[in-house]
């Protein structure tokens, strides 16, 4: 049976021999349980631990706190055992232990990103070569000048220009056959749409065309269109109108269908815009639904957008979906636990502080730095002698306004301190509201919209390789 060595500090040392337990029935390895002559094991260093530690001769993995900054060199050197950083926080260990490892084939994908930028003649050349940056770092392959009706847009070729030697591919959404051919000549590589009203002119872009019926609710004249560009050898995409809701959506989805059975070989396209522009709801799920439909039938490129406020990552979520779907149909697997960055409002699961060990690290704790933790409906604040609750952050910070010498302010919360722990249990609260997990010092996990968070105040108590009495002085507002 497989034996895991943990290292840890005093003051998680109770969380951690629970959480170990339990872990050691359900996943059958044997453990031991080290504690450190500190009290906050993220002050660690792997270096430090060195000095310190006396490990099991007969050991398989060795397991330090997430924090524990630093090259495991020094600890490698004195075990056989493999030594691997753990999570940062030890909630997250069963994660930690079920996890396996990314496929090795994971991430690659075959559909292809269309981003349009809508009603590029209203804008500045420097602001749609900024637009297309962005779209391409969100995961774009190609990038959609969209134009608008009535008169031919005059600066479409310089527009294409410049998006080609910005290094972009460039597609052209256009009915006017003019502006078609100024793009083409730019160096547009694909052209949506034609049916049977323009599709003639298609015969002189002599680039790739995106064929639509002419009367999308019955396919009608799309048969036609895609002979009369097969004669020709004109290379296309077939896209049959994926239509919103309440206006024929499920319908649409059928003649995807049909398409597909007409046309088994046939290059396929879906505008999606159709179904995340126009449908209150956020992005995430629809598009991750849409890839995976496309995944499925073989659609190989989507046509997306990002106009309405609520779908303003949906480049994003289509690089990462295609991704998930080509990989959950090519494994004939469910795209279920493979990838976390499409679970943005709730997150895969919800790691909450047991109120016993809460209560049990508030009797522990000897220096006066603040703990927050989010359990059971109420923010928690912790620290020597004192352990706070309540839903409300401002009902918490009126508690503490009273908890120092004589019924008044600590004497350790100054402006700043009060503004982190403001910071903090607001992030606690929503945590709180939305049923997501809450861990001090880092963000909450918004999934691919997740913004980085500078943790300013680990970074000056990081230094690990200080004594004890240092350490306590000087330690983090958390435990790990």
């Not at 943990?6 to 029935?25: D, K």
């Not at 943005?344 to 047991?354: A, D, H, Q, V």
């Not at 300013?456 to 004890?468: P, Y």
Request: proline share 6%; net charge negative; aromatic share 6%.
């Amino acid at each position: 049976m497989q034996h895991i060595h943990f290292i840890t500090g005093r003051l998680a040392e109770q969380s951690l021999r629970s959480v170990a337990s339990r872990l050691a029935q359900e996943m059958g390895f044997d453990y031991t349980i080290e504690v450190m002559p500190i009290s906050v094991a993220a002050l660690m260093s792997p270096a430090w631990i060195a000095k310190h530690w006396q490990p099991p001769a007969r050991v398989d993995r060795v397991i330090i706190p997430g924090y524990c900054q630093g090259e495991l060199t020094p600890l490698a050197g004195q075990t056989a055992a493999t030594v691997e950083r753990g999570p940062r926080d030890l909630r997250q260990l069963p994660a930690f232990f079920s996890s396996e490892p990314a496929p090795a084939d994971y991430g690659a994908y075959d559909i292809q990103i269309v981003a349009e930028i809508n009603h590029c003649p209203r804008k500045s050349l420097t602001d749609i070569l900024a637009e297309a940056d962005a779209l391409a770092r969100a995961g774009a392959d190609v990038i959609d000048v969209g134009c608008e009706p009535g008169d031919v847009w005059a600066g479409v070729h310089d527009a294409v220009r410049a998006l080609r030697e910005a290094g972009h591919r460039v597609s052209i959404d256009s009915s006017h056959p003019s502006e078609i051919r100024q793009a083409v000549a730019a160096g547009a590589e694909l052209v949506l749409s034609v049916n049977s009203a323009n599709r003639s002119h298609a015969l002189d872009w002599d680039v790739e065309v995106v064929a639509i019926p002419d009367v999308p609710e019955t396919l009608e004249g799309l048969d036609e269109t895609v002979e009369y560009l097969r004669r020709s050898a004109t290379p296309m995409r077939i896209d049959p109108i994926l239509e919103p809701i309440s206006f024929g959506f499920a319908a649409s989805l059928g003649r995807y269908l049909e398409v597909r059975r007409r046309y088994p070989e046939a290059e396929m396209l879906m505008g999606i815009g159709n179904l995340t522009e126009l449908t209150d709801v956020d992005t995430a799920g629809v598009n991750a639904l849409l890839l995976g439909f496309c995944q499925e039938i073989g659609v190989r490129s989507v046509l997306t957008t990002q106009v309405i406020h609520w779908a303003r990552t949906s480049v994003r979520e289509c690089d990462v979906a295609r991704r998930l779907m080509r990989h959950a149909v090519e494994h004939r697997v469910l795209p279920k636990h493979i990838e976390r960055r499409l679970l943005m409002l709730r997150g895969s699961e919800l790691n909450e502080t047991p109120l016993a060990d809460i209560e049990n690290l508030s009797r522990q704790v000897r220096d006066g730095n603040y703990r927050i933790y989010a359990a059971q409906g109420e923010i928690h604040l912790v620290a020597a002698g004192l352990h706070l609750r309540h839903r409300d952050p401002f009902a918490v910070m009126e508690q503490l306004s009273t908890a120092g010498p004589g019924g008044g302010l600590p004497k350790n919360l100054d402006s700043t301190h009060a503004f982190y722990l403001g910071y903090e249990m607001c992030k606690a609260a929503t945590a709180l509201a939305l049923g997501k997990t809450y861990v001090q010092d880092e963000p909450l996990d918004w999934g691919l919209a997740t913004p980085p968070e500078k943790r300013c105040r680990l970074k000056r108590t990081h230094g690990a390789a200080r004594t004890e009495k240092e350490a306590e002085a000087d330690s983090l507002p958390r435990e790990t």
